[in-house]
């Protein structure tokens, strides 16, 4: 068997009641990305460090047909000049450009696409193998602090904390906390009612340092991986 190194702290928190982001703090934490940028030094949201390791995660995962693509539907979506330029390249983009705005932010120059995104067509992505860097983490999310990515938890995150709290209990010897559990079942069976009524969508914290090894479990053939799994 292989051995997996156990971090010695709570992979997943669920946020302090300060921090659960409502309407506003959730459109922030899109907002926030170019600090990461800034951050790590780099021009690319490809080109932070844990994006491969995220790419890898989502592998294992597929989004059911039954999700009417909310991702796509309730936050500004960032892109860099890559991001950009690569959606230049497609059939749609033409029809499309007039909906990308051109803007400055954090001293940064970006660009932005307003929800819900003209390229969803049918509750489907129309570039999917084009779509922007960002749109490749969901349901991963940048936010404001250095060391934690957002869940938010439509089905797929479901999939994934399923086999977290696998990998923390059988790996790490760290079981999740029945809090923790709750909240998130509380969170994902809420969302659609939540975001009709314009309520908070709490989300889950996790930290990036802990993603290598959980994508290490997912491809050790010890999970139960698969297509989403709502948790327990
Ligand atoms: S990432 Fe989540 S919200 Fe987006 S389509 Fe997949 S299941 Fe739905
Ligand atoms: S580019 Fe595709 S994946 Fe991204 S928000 Fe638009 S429709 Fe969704």
Redesign the pocket.
């Known amino acids: 068997m292989r051995k997996f190194k156990n971090h010695n702290v709570p992979a997943l928190v669920h946020p302090h009641p300060s921090e659960l982001p409502d309407e506003r703090k959730w459109k922030h934490s899109y907002r926030r990305p170019l600090t990461f940028l800034f951050m790590y030094r780099k021009r690319s949201f490809c080109d932070l460090p844990f994006f491969e390791t995220v790419q890898e995660i989502l592998s294992y995962y597929t989004c059911p047909s039954t999700c009417p693509?909310i991702?796509?539907k309730i936050a500004d979506?960032k892109m860099d000049e890559n991001d950009l330029e690569t959606l230049r390249q497609t059939p749609e983009y033409k029809d499309k450009a007039d909906w990308i705005e051109s803007c400055n932010e954090d001293e940064e120059h970006h660009y932005k696409?307003c929800p819900p995104?003209p390229?969803?067509g049918s509750d489907r992505?129309?570039?999917?193998d084009s779509?922007?860097a960002l749109?490749r983490m969901f349901p991963f999310n940048i936010c404001n602090k250095p060391d934690v990515l957002l869940l938010f938890p439509c089905d797929m995150a479901a999939g994934i904390f399923k086999d977290y709290l696998e990998y923390s209990e059988r790996i790490l010897k760290q079981p999740v906390p029945a809090t923790t559990i709750d909240a998130f079942k509380e969170s994902h069976s809420s969302i659609s009612t939540n975001l009709n009524a314009g309520l908070p969508i709490p989300m889950l914290l996790i930290k990036i340092h802990c993603l290598l090894p959980f994508k290490e479990y997912l491809g050790s053939g010890l999970s139960f991986q698969g297509n989403p799994k709502i948790p327990v």
Request: glycine fraction near 0%; proline fraction near 7%.
């Open positions: 693509a991702c796509c979506i696409i995104c390229f969803l992505c129309s570039v999917y779509r922007p749109c």
